[in-house]
């Protein structure tokens, strides 16, 4: 009898509770990893390549501890993979090997890709590997997987974005973050029907809209581009956005697993093609990761009346470093502060608050002169 | 009456500036003390010295706002109880601009980092801040005057004896260092290795900070290594152009929070949080703790005064500041009170329509 598998995935952001719903509809156990916290960044780093980029050693480190703490399991560890060419393209097969290395052979690693040309050979792949996560199932089993994970994750975006509106408008300080925790925790235990989870997010955004908060402010507005993980996963970026909107900023991230996946296996074509509009004199070509995006929404944010970037850097990544340089042009010749910032396990809070709070009185400064100089009245001078 | 003054506490890891200002921003007594060990005791020490001062000098006198700056921000401004807390950047870009308003460019280079500012305008454009590398620093510099056997105070003064400056290589401290044993041991004079080493400091901290960034005139230098009458010639050398050292240039940071603390309560027309010269007398202890509640296992922060804890900061669901209902600045509120700032100044614009 084949030993009854555990499924294991990399934890970004909130997304969890919709990829533990994936795998439990599909009837298999799950066991979703502990954010970022000092012990698994220590195995993690200490377990890695020390050229590796930062997120794989964030993620080896969530591995390891669940593997660690679950001897008696047999696990299917889900990675996500490209062909490159940054460092993305080796995750697995080096996953396996440190992991095999460090002892453990009760486990096996399974990763899911993009359909890549030419198409009579990436379809078939595509679905190769499909199976091999999922394993075999009734069509409608795997549809059902697949449809009530995406309206989980969609219907998760909703509430954080929510969440970021709220914060710097909130009256009493935390409110928003209360309303949102518990509206989060109603998707995370939802039913498996997409009914369900309709009804349950919009009685959950109007329980939000009702907490105390002023509308028609106009406040300075933050983009946030970088390396998608990084981007999107709170317990490693610091919460970069919640203290954004403390500190009285209207922040957006750039990528969402949403249109991430939209962009990224979906419309490939148009994704591409916009972005080189966008991109033009700057980056023509694809660099791995998310450098092309990077810059192209930073100009893009330009355009939508943002009155700064801040990009998220993961230490040892290629394509953002790359896209860095350029940046620097852009915010030159966009006019648009940029603020890289770097992040890797000594990444101090102190520091990070440093800048960004410091970005923040930067931007509000500017914005305070321009409203002075167009209306020709004075802001309450310095 | 009493006079009105405001008290800007600026708290690095190895230095710790104490400023009181008058009502017209001019600074009454400034402090540089080295912060040995506990923070708050030299915080302390620091306040009942400048009372003792201005007590002799203009009698009764009362405080009325605080600001706190520094790495150490948070804490000094939970002890103290400040009315703003703010980054070292902000605070040191805006006494800057008080000085020398036509700043471009300030360099500024402490105990333990070194930042770079731009300016145009009177605004801040950009920044950069490198905390990770003592090789620009004054703590490095501190340690080869200690090598070499002469006081820090005399620094300068060698390096603008010197005749040829020898070239001392080194991205880091450590190949730095190793290169200065071996021109010393090669024969070269303390004036030269001095000189060397002032180049070499101004070179690291321009293509760490400055990279591919334009640099303007006005230059202003400020920061614990400013007093280094060198290091300013080395640094007027790298940029083609004279530099300007502000007075009050090793507590500009203090000075710039003293200040902008003032400005902040007479915007709001709130009254301070300061607690009075009476916390000198408290006990103060910090503890630091992981939070087993739950996965994210926080690195928590704990500030207790008399036996009573007075402020928490670092758990990401405020599972301990929660616990609190003082109105104490910390982190939450800190951000609070910029979004109470970002309002008023709205309903400001809206009248002036
Ligand atoms: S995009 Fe950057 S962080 Fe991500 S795999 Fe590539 S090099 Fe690593
Ligand atoms: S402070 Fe809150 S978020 Fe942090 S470990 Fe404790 S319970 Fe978890």
Redesign the interface.
Known sequence: MPRKVTYVFPRMGYSYAAFESFFQILGYDVITPEPSNSQTLKRGVSNSPEGMCFPFKILLGQFLKVLEENPDKYFKIVSLESYGPCRFGYYSPLYAKILKDRGFDNFEIVNVEGIYPPWYRGIPRFFKKLIKLIGWHTPWTGVKAFLIAGWKVYAIEQLERKLYYLIPREKIVGSAEKAFNRAFERIHHAPNKVKAIKEVLNEELKRMDSVKHVENVELPKVGLVGEAYMLMDYSNNLEIEKKLAYMGVDVDRSLWVTNWTLDRIIKTKEHLNHMLEVNKGYLDFFIGGDGQESIMNTILYKQKGFDGVIQVLPFGCLPETVAKQILSNVSEDYDIPVLSLSFDEQTGEAGFITRIEAFVDMIKDRKAAKVGKKKSTTVASQ | MAKKMALGIDIGSVTTKVVFVDEDDEVLEGLYLRTKGNPIITIKQGMVEAYETLRKKYGEFEVIAVGTTG?GRQLAGVVVGADMI?????AHAYAAIREVPDVSTIFEIGGQDSKIIFIR???????A?N??CAAGTGSFLDHQAERIGISIEDFGDYALRSENPVRIAGRCTVFAESDMIHKQQMGATSEDIIAGLSESLVRNYLNNLAR?KELLPTFVFQGGVSENIGIVRAFERAVGHEVIVPKNNKIMGAWGVAMLAK?EIE?TGRSTNFKGFKITELRHDTRVF?CDGC???C?VYEVIENGETIAYW?D???RWS?RLTSKVNT???E??S??N???P??H??DD??
């Open positions: 790495s703010k980054n070292e950047i902000s305008n009177g605004a801040v454009v950009d920044f801040m905390t990770v591919g400005r915007l992981y996965a994210n296992n690195e670092g990401r669901c405020g929660n982190h939450r509120n951000g609070y910029s979004v700032s970002v309002i100044a709205n400001a614009k002036a329509r």
